[in-house]
Every structure is written in structure tokens, then in C-alpha cells.
Nanobody, 130 residues
Framework: QVQLVESGGGSVQAGGSLKLSCLVTGYSIDSCGMGWYRQVPGKEREMVSSISSDGTTNYGDSVKDRFTISRDKPKDMMYLHMSSLETEDTAVYYC????????????????????????WGKGTQVTVSS
């Protein structure tokens, strides 16, 4: 079973930067798409960014040009580098994987794109103060 562990959250002043990390354990998901979501209490979860197995990236409009997603397959890691942080970026950030096309016999995703999250980490808090 795949498990995701986020780290790197914390408190930062507006205009600052933070780098979130996500460690994947269980088995390799190099063939699957991954992504970051965030949630503010009382609001729906928001897709922040995604990265497919082939490296194709996608960003939400509110973070475009400020956040950068990446992954290190040999280390089973995914990252989110956040810069020019705003108070509106305050949220719990979740690491996710799209295993919707997972072939359990061969242990790989038939489709490496990121369509919908099927596995979630527990989240890490990011607080941006003015």
C-alpha cells in the first residue's frame, strides 16, 4: 500500500519561500501522476499543482508563476517550491497520487497522467503572516 508523508510546512512572512517535500513509501509509483492539494478550514480542497509521470506540470491559477512542482523518482520524492508567498496561501497542503489506472499485478499505472487523487497524505500546515 502506498503511503505519502509530507514535510517542510511551517510559518513564514508574506513574500517569503518554503519548500514542501513528499516521501512515497510502500512501492514505486514512478509510473503515476502526483499532485499537491491545499485546504483552508471551511473551504473546499483546491488543486495546487500536479506532475505526470513524464514530467508534464500543471498549476492552479492562484499559484502560477510562484510555485514550482518537481519530483525525484530515484528518491521517491515530490517537492513543491513556494515563493512570493501570500497570506492567502495559508492552508494545509496535501501530497496526492493518482493511482486510478493502477495495475496491481504488474505494479504500475497504465496512465501516467494526473486526473484525480486517489491516495492522500496527512497534510502539512503552511501559515503565511503579513
Amino acid at each position: 500500500q502506498v503511503q505519502l508523508v509530507e514535510s517542510g510546512g511551517g510559518s513564514v512572512q508574506a513574500g517569503g519561500s518554503l519548500k514542501l517535500s513528499c516521501l512515497v513509501t510502500g512501492y514505486s509509483i514512478d509510473s503515476c501522476g502526483m499532485g499537491w492539494y491545499r485546504q483552508v478550514p471551511g473551504k473546499e480542497r483546491e488543486m495546487v499543482s500536479s506532475i505526470s509521470s513524464d514530467g508534464t506540470t500543471n498549476y492552479g491559477d492562484s499559484v502560477k508563476d510562484r510555485f514550482t512542482i518537481s519530483r525525484d523518482k530515484p528518491k521517491d520524492m515530490m517537492y513543491l517550491h513556494m515563493s512570493s508567498l501570500e497570506t492567502e496561501d495559508t492552508a494545509v497542503y496535501y501530497c496526492t497520487v493518482d493511482q486510478s489506472s493502477w495495475n496491481s499485478r504488474l505494479s504500475y499505472c497504465r496512465d501516467g497522467s494526473y486526473t484525480r487523487p486517489t491516495v492522500w497524505g496527512k497534510g502539512t500546515q503552511v501559515t503565511v503572516s503579513s
